[in-house]
């Protein structure tokens, strides 16, 4: 099993930042894939970053390129979401996830393991 505790929502104005953290615990050997989705009220849970554990390497939602960045810290088992350029639609329970297929990865039911999530809030 693989507990995930994500943390660091908040309200910020549009054009603020935000970073999301996501520590992980538990059986996190063999972990490939770590994830952030969002849910915003009445919507489907979308797709935002994804990275691969070990190697790094990452994939990004068109709707977050360039102003987000997915980062980890191996030695502490956190990965991070750095949110610049805020805008009131990215305003979403933000939760975290991890998988044990080889990623980065966007679909959703690759995932095994989520986070209780963290609530996000952008006003205009």
């Known amino acids: 099993q693989v507990q995930l505790v994500e943390s660091g929502g908040g309200l910020v104005q549009a054009g603020g930042s935000l970073r999301l953290s996501c520590a992980a615990s538990?059986?996190?050997?063999?972990?490939?894939?770590m994830g952030w989705f969002r849910q915003a009220p009445g919507k489907e849970r979308e797709f935002v970053a994804s990275?691969?554990?070990?190697?790094?390497?990452?994939l990004y939602a068109d709707s977050v390129k360039g102003r987000f960045t997915i980062s980890r810290d191996n030695a502490e088992n956190t990965m991070y979401l750095q949110m610049n350029s805020l805008k009131p639609e990215d305003t979403a329970v933000y939760y975290c996830?991890?998988?044990?297929?080889?990623?980065?990865?966007?679909?959703?039911?690759?995932?095994?393991?989520w986070g209780q999530g963290t609530q996000v809030t952008v006003s205009s």
């Open positions: 996830a991890a998988s044990k297929v080889p990623g980065p990865m966007s679909i959703r039911s690759g995932y095994g393991y």
């Open positions: 538990g059986r996190t050997f063999g972990t490939y894939a």
């Open positions: 990275l691969h554990w070990r190697a790094g390497s990452t």
